[in-house]
């Protein structure tokens, strides 16, 4: 259950933003691995709105919102997944244990002794701590991402609904004195504007963590397959 009183998607973006800062080891990331994926997508997002002045073609976000419902479809299949391999849950009565068994000579009588195991090795402890970071920053991760995606399919088909509104061509508009008219007409550009640049940048975000997630799951299944 979440503790805080906002909202469930601002308690994932906020634990997102957390995972995205911190290391597998609870530790604080560089700059450019904390910011990544802001360094990679809003260049190429200011680049497509300066370039594509009449928006996305219909081809395009087909094949976009294709894409996505099988990215969305993958990431819900992969916190199925992490569930079932990741999670080990809590047991205070579990524990390791030693079986001891001893003949007394004397009265030929069998001793047997079940003692608890409660040091670990250092280095287990270590992995088991990196496995529950990992699993915490796996799960928030993927549901970001399944929302992001949501968010860029429901763009996606608010721009085929209304292709002629936002298919408009923008560098035939000029400067012009601030009326009624004119200042409707730039709420109206300005709405184009910010839901090209939400679908790009949505595109490119759900790809980039795409990325980091399966490299770091396959990365996390190889080394727990060593183990």
């Given amino acids: 259950m979440c503790k805080y009183r906002h909202s469930f998607i601002y308690y994932v973006f906020s634990k997102a933003r957390e995972c995205e800062t911190l290391d597998i080891n609870n530790r604080k990331k560089t700059f450019v691995q904390r910011n990544g994926r802001y360094l990679f997508a809003y260049p190429i997002t200011f680049f497509v709105l300066c370039t594509l ?3 996305f073609s219909n081809d395009f976000l087909q094949l976009g919102a294709s894409i996505l419902s099988i990215f969305i479809g993958l990431f819900l299949t992969a916190l199925v997944f992490a569930l079932d391999k990741f999670y080990i849950p809590t047991n205070n009565n579990l524990g390791d244990y030693k079986l001891g068994v001893n003949e007394n000579e004397m009265n030929r009588n069998i001793e047997i002794s079940i003692d608890k195991i409660e040091s670990q090795n250092a280095q287990e402890k270590l992995w088991q701590k990196q496995s529950l970071y990992y699993v915490q920053k796996f799960n928030v991760l993927v549901g970001k991402s399944v929302i992001i995606g949501i968010w860029a399919l429901a763009l996606i088909c608010l721009n085929v609904m ?3 509104f ?3 061509k923008l560098d035939k508009y ?3 004195p601030i009326t009624i008219h004119s200042f409707l007409l730039f709420l109206k550009l300005l709405l184009i504007i910010v839901v090209r640049f939400l679908i ?3 595109v490119i975000e759900v790809f980039y963590n795409t990325i980091g997630i399966i490299s770091s799951m396959v990365n996390f299944m190889s080394v727990r397959i060593k183990k």
Wanted: charged share 20%.
């Fill in 166 to 168: 936002f298919g408009e």
């Fill in 174 to 176: 000029t400067i012009a």
């Fill in 162 to 164: 209304y292709d002629s």
């Fill in 53 to 55: 002045s009449e928006g």
């Fill in 200 to 202: 790009c940048y949505f």
